[in-house]
């Protein structure tokens, strides 16, 4: 009788651990995600072999051991759905389970778009009201991780729905996200979901509790230092929100994108580390210089992004055109960033950088993470950096 009754107690505990255990889609991306996304430099023209040759550049250029993993295609390869609501791919995609399985065999992952409206930015095929089946396609092609784009939503569904009553629609905002949410995770299949709705309704407050892995805060970024700047000083008092499994989304990089200087990539990709942002590069990558491959694939900056704490980095101080973030790392480490983003070299001349006003004592040793070097930090110490260029430094014992 005993025996029987603790075996019952076995099977009852067993059944509720089953029952209540986290599905693996919650796992993901506990620390930001890396990879790249089509749209920053392909947009529309994006196709399967843009997309293969990607992965395979992602291998071969280093990124892959460097920690890059996504191959996301953005918009533009939705096609019509069948008399039974089946989605299929348009002619610029043949076959996106063979895709599927080409980026898998490379040991990388691969990501899609959709929106939660009738159509997404770019005119194609939404998900409204196919949610379900949308989510039940992506899994059986494969699909890691899903950018759901909020777009014809706003005019066709808030607006319509809740014409003049913007509380109404941010609610109705929140259901078509959470409603995407279920329905992936109902496929059983670990997908990182992240929210594209450019930071309406201050989505970092909430994007956590409908199941969002990461959320855009910002409008769409471009490949100039102005735009950059903006994202970047956007997240400045967003730190709380961020944390391992949920991030704040300054937008894809564009390193490697535009006129961009080596300076001003260099301090982008800087800045997103200390952001705790996703890495997702959004350049030409089989044919990127060999210097842009290295800054993506800087490997003290890159831990700098994806250290194990996951506090997203703040804004220490601004003098003139300079500024100061520092973000805690693991261990009690800490980086720190200082970016002249004066169009002048002399313009803040001369910058002193103030340890006391990070809470800091120097002498500190430091490693430039750029140079490569360790180098020695004092109070009130001169820096002269070059316009739009950024020193990097990984303080291991702070004081
Ligand atoms: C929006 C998004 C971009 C991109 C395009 C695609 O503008 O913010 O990142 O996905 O749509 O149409």
């Given amino acids: 009788m005993r025996i029987s009754a603790s075996l019952l107690f076995v099977v009852i505990a067993a059944a509720l651990v089953l029952t209540v255990q986290p599905s693996r889609a919650q796992d993901v991306a506990l620390t930001p995600p890396m990879g790249w996304n089509s749209w920053n430099y392909f947009a529309d023209k994006v196709n399967d072999q843009a997309v293969r040759t990607a992965a395979d550049a992602m291998v071969a250029s280093g990124m892959k051991d460097a920690g890059y993993v996504y191959v996301n295609i953005d918009d533009t390869w939705e096609g019509q759905r069948d008399a039974g609501g089946l989605l299929h791919s348009n002619s610029k995609f043949p076959d996106m ?56 939503f706003i005019p066709e569904v808030m607006e319509k729905q809740a014409p003049n009553d913007k509380a109404v629609q941010m ?58 700047y903006t994202n970047m000083s956007m ?23 535009g006129k961009l200087t080596l300076a001003e990539n260099r301090s982008h990709f800087s800045m997103w580390a200390m952001l705790a942002a996703p890495l997702l590069a959004g350049n030409d990558l089989p044919h990127m210089t060999p210097e842009i491959r290295d800054i993506l694939i800087n490997r003290d900056v890159i831990a700098i992004d994806q250290d194990t704490l996951g506090k997203q980095g703040s804004r220490a101080y601004v003098e003139g055109e300079v500024e100061v973030w520092t973000r805690p790392l693991a261990g009690g480490a800490l980086a720190v960033a200082v970016l002249n983003t004066g169009d002048n070299r002399y313009s803040t001349h001369p910058f002193h950088l103030l340890l006391s006003r990070m809470g800091l004592h120097g002498p500190l040793k430091a490693k430039d993470l750029w140079g490569g070097k360790e180098m020695e930090l004092s109070e009130s110490m001169p820096l002269e950096l ?14």
């Fill in 97 to 152: 389970k063979a895709l599927a399985d080409y980026v898998h065999s490379k040991g990388l992952k691969i990501g899609i778009y959709s929106s939660p409206g009738p159509k997404t930015c770019a005119g194609y095929e939404g998900s409204l009201g196919h949610e379900e089946q949308d989510a039940q396609l992506y899994a059986s092609w494969g699909i890691d991780y899903l950018k759901y784009d909020l777009c014809s």
């Fill in 171 to 228: 609610r109705l905002m929140h259901a078509a996200y959470a409603k995407m949410a279920k329905a992936l995770k109902s496929t059983g299949r670990p997908i990182v979901y992240s929210l594209c709705q450019y930071g309406w309704d201050a989505v970092w407050e909430w994007a956590p509790s409908v199941g969002g892995n990461l959320w855009r805060t910002t409008d769409d970024i471009g490949p100039n230092v102005q735009s950059i």
């Fill in 235 to 257: 997240q400045a008092g967003l730190a709380a929100y961020a944390g391992p499994g949920h991030w704040n989304d300054p937008d894809m990089l564009e390193v490697g994108n």
């Fill in 386 to 399: 070059p316009v739009h260029d950024v020193l990097l430094v990984r303080i291991a014992a702070p004081k």
